[in-house]
């Protein structure tokens, strides 16, 4: 299965401490999308991104979220000091490539459920 | 802001019943609307609508799209105790899809 990718598939970290997510796209796609999924909720969008390009992140949080697409390796959604808050479903999705997402639909990954406590 | 409602929230019928869930947008550059399912994981993809008045369907499933008056509707006919999960609506505006919060909908055997 060459889906999208993402682990861990859960996350504990007590608060303050730093969480790591990591998104493996569809091999060859070279757009990654984030998504946060709070408990009874929609997905929400927080960032969009090319290989070593953020294209669109107003969705992000201004501060301790951050995200990079590296040329090599996978996309990382990084939070820093978390709070309780921050517990969610954390959703990636990819796409081959700019201006051609609206004709395909985003597939997405199983997701990183993080819990903070 | 690009806006997504859905309705009803939530939904419990009765298998064999039909139902009909409703997606109402405001985006500002609309590209395509999507109809997803989320079971426990991930989203899978169901329909994707960018002309108005063509029906899509897949078995007992199917959607339609009025572009004029920005909503579509997922009808799901005969329903079993597998239907039963979250149904999601999304718009493309531009390049990023906005989802809406959702229709939790049960099946009851």
């Known amino acids: 299965n060459a889906g999208v990718m993402q682990n861990p598939r859960h996350l504990v970290r007590r608060r303050g401490q730093e969480a790591r997510l990591r998104c493996s796209p569809v091999k060859g796609h070279s757009h990654v999308y984030w998504y946060r999924q709070l408990p009874e909720e929609g997905l929400k969008f927080m960032v969009y991104?090319?290989?070593?390009?953020?294209?669109?992140e107003s969705g992000m949080p201004k501060e301790r979220f951050s995200a990079e697409f590296p040329k090599e390796g996978p996309s990382i959604l990084r939070i820093q000091q978390v709070v309780r808050g921050d517990s969610a479903a954390y959703f990636c999705a990819s796409s081959p490539k700019h201006g051609s997402s609206y004709n395909s639909p985003l597939h997405f990954g199983n997701g990183t459920r993080l819990t903070v406590t | 802001e690009d806006k997504v409602v859905q309705s009803p929230l939530s939904l419990v019928v009765h298998e064999g019943d039909t139902v009909t869930l409703n997606c109402s947008y405001e985006?500002?550059?609309?590209?395509?609307l999507l109809w997803y399912k989320q079971e426990k994981k991930a989203p899978t993809f169901l329909f994707m609508l960018?002309?108005?008045?063509i029906e899509k369907k897949s078995g007992r499933l199917s959607s339609i799209l009025d572009k004029k008056e920005l909503f579509s509707i997922l009808n799901i006919t005969a329903t079993q105790t597998g239907d039963s999960a979250v149904y999601l609506c999304?718009?493309?505006?531009?390049?990023?899809?906005?989802f809406g919060t959702g229709t939790r909908l049960a099946v009851r055997p």
């Open positions: 991104l090319q290989k070593e390009n953020i294209i669109d």
């Open positions: 985006v500002t550059n609309f590209r395509s």
């Open positions: 960018t002309s108005s008045g």
């Open positions: 999304a718009v493309y505006s531009g390049d990023k899809l906005t």
